[in-house]
């Protein structure tokens, strides 16, 4: 039952990865896009540091602690179905479906104006456009989708290849092989991961001001230098001959926590975010469909290897993920355009001014 319990969690995720990025972004304004979309990563770090929380109280209460654990899972999910039963449908869902009139008075609604007729003529463009493609899991793979399929493989699997998983998901191990005690351990887990949950509103609050590529390039130079810094500690203050003073080992704490607040107010929420933005509509679906699945499987295969590669790299882990966090960084620097400001509709044609993709991208 815990399995078949476990496979049905891991279905209704999967769901809520797919649908959710993308019913912000179809929603949001344009102008407000960014952060509104970050709201689903502040849902998700405040989840997993709750959890953290609720598991540590439980551990204590012998013997149906676990269950207890468990079975208090069930509140955010019943309240996910009741919230999404009274949820409408977007403007873009509704005009595809043929109801233009609907969705155009949802669109007044939601934007608070009448004046919606240049967005609402986007989208009718689009489900025009849209409704001639019949297949759009084969069509993603055509060479004018090339950027968006790009997009979607790569930006999720950078976002697992920070390391951030590692270090929430075993950071009691992680810490506990630097020396640190059991209680001390879980004390620092908990707190990696109330500086995640904090760090998100950094993004909301400037994302729609300063850009995608300001916020995913500082970050990445930030996680890279926390990480060097830690590989340099661990590698020459530690070792099986010596432990960490406390000095070391509370600095070792502090660089992490600045790891993940940098992870926090970029990659986290923006490896969200900008795949969910820039599929046009008649990939959209699919596109998304392709950034879950890829997030999902490099979560499985880093919580697989991890335990191995720290036995085996030791300190050298987090020059591991520094060459990852360094690569991505260069990537988004020369691939990724800066889709701030623009409309959901109207992010096609970024690829065609880009000045790599225009070379793969028809012009018309």
């Given at each position: 039952?815990l399995?078949?319990?476990?496979i049905?969690?891991g279905?209704?995720?999967?769901f809520?990865?797919q649908a959710?990025?993308?019913?912000l972004?179809?929603?949001?304004?344009?102008?407000?896009?960014?952060?509104?979309n970050?709201m689903?990563?502040?849902?998700t770090t405040?989840?997993?540091f709750?959890a953290n929380m609720i598991?540590f109280?439980?551990?204590?209460i012998k013997?149906?602690g676990?269950?207890?654990?468990?079975?208090?899972?069930?509140?955010?999910?019943?309240?996910?179905t009741?919230?999404?039963?009274?949820?409408?449908?977007?403007?873009?869902?509704?005009?595809?479906?043929g109801?233009?009139e609907e969705?155009?008075?949802?669109?007044?609604k939601?934007?608070?104006t009448?004046?919606v007729?240049?967005?609402?003529?986007?989208?009718?463009?689009?489900?025009e456009?849209?409704?001639?493609?019949?297949?759009?899991?084969?069509?993603?793979f055509?060479?004018?989708?090339?950027p968006?399929?790009i997009?979607a493989?790569?930006m999720?699997t950078?976002q697992i290849?920070t390391?951030?998983?590692?270090i929430l998901f075993y950071?009691?191990?992680?810490?506990?092989?630097m020396?640190?005690?059991?209680?001390?351990?879980?004390y620092?887990?908990?707190?990696?991961?109330?500086?995640?949950a904090?760090?998100?509103f950094?993004?909301?609050?400037?994302?729609d001001r300063?850009?995608?590529?300001?916020?995913?390039?500082s970050?990445?130079?930030?996680?890279?230098?926390?990480?060097?810094?830690?590989a340099?500690i661990?590698?020459?203050?530690?070792?099986p001959?010596q432990?960490?003073?406390?000095?070391?080992?509370?600095?070792v704490v502090?660089?992490?926590?600045?790891?993940?607040?940098a992870?926090?107010?970029?990659?986290?929420?923006?490896?969200?975010?900008?795949?969910s933005?820039?599929?046009?509509?008649?990939i959209?679906s699919?596109?998304q469909?392709?950034?879950v699945?890829v997030?999902?499987?490099?979560?499985?295969?880093?919580?697989?290897?991890?335990l191995?590669?720290l036995?085996?790299?030791?300190f050298?882990?987090?020059?591991?993920?520094?060459g990852w966090?360094?690569?991505?960084t260069?990537f988004v620097h020369?691939?990724?355009?800066e889709t701030?400001?623009?409309?959901i509709?109207?992010?096609?044609?970024l690829w065609?001014?880009?000045?790599?993709?225009?070379?793969i991208?028809?012009?018309k």
């Amino acid at each position: 039952m815990l399995f078949i319990g476990r496979i049905m969690l891991g279905i209704g995720i999967g769901f809520g990865n797919q649908a959710v990025p993308l019913y912000l972004s179809e929603m949001a304004p344009t102008h407000l896009r960014g952060g509104l979309n970050m709201m689903f990563q502040v849902a998700t770090t405040f989840g997993i540091f709750t959890a953290n929380m609720i598991n540590f109280g439980t551990q204590k209460i012998k013997p149906w602690g676990w269950r207890l654990s468990l079975g208090l899972a069930a509140i955010p999910a019943i309240l996910m179905t009741v919230g999404g039963i009274f949820l409408p449908d977007t403007p873009n869902s509704l005009v595809q479906r043929g109801l233009k009139e609907e969705g155009k008075k949802l669109l007044e609604k939601i934007r608070g104006t009448n004046d919606v007729d240049a967005e609402f003529q986007d989208m009718v463009e689009a489900s025009e456009f849209a409704s001639s493609i019949k297949h759009p899991f084969r069509n993603i793979f055509k060479k004018r989708y090339r950027p968006e399929l790009i997009m979607a493989i790569f930006m999720p699997t950078f976002q697992i290849l920070t390391g951030i998983n590692s270090i929430l998901f075993y950071a009691p191990v992680l810490f506990q092989s630097m020396g640190f005690g059991g209680d001390a351990s879980l004390y620092s887990s908990a707190l990696t991961g109330g500086v995640l949950a904090a760090s998100t509103f950094i993004s909301i609050a400037t994302v729609d001001r300063l850009g995608r590529r300001p916020l995913l390039i500082s970050g990445g130079i930030q996680m890279v230098i926390c990480q060097v810094i830690v590989a340099i500690i661990l590698g020459t203050k530690f070792g099986p001959t010596q432990e960490l003073s406390k000095k070391f080992s509370a600095l070792v704490v502090v660089v992490i926590c600045l790891f993940v607040l940098a992870f926090g107010w970029s990659w986290g929420p923006l490896g969200w975010t900008v795949p969910s933005e820039i599929f046009p509509l008649e990939i959209r679906s699919a596109g998304q469909s392709i950034t879950v699945a890829v997030n999902l499987l490099f979560t499985f295969i880093i919580a697989q290897i991890f335990l191995s590669l720290l036995c085996s790299l030791k300190f050298g882990i987090f020059l591991f993920f520094a060459g990852w966090v360094t690569f991505m960084t260069i990537f988004v620097h020369l691939l990724l355009p800066e889709t701030k400001g623009v409309p959901i509709e109207e992010i096609a044609f970024l690829w065609r001014k880009h000045w790599f993709w225009k070379k793969i991208v028809p012009d018309k």
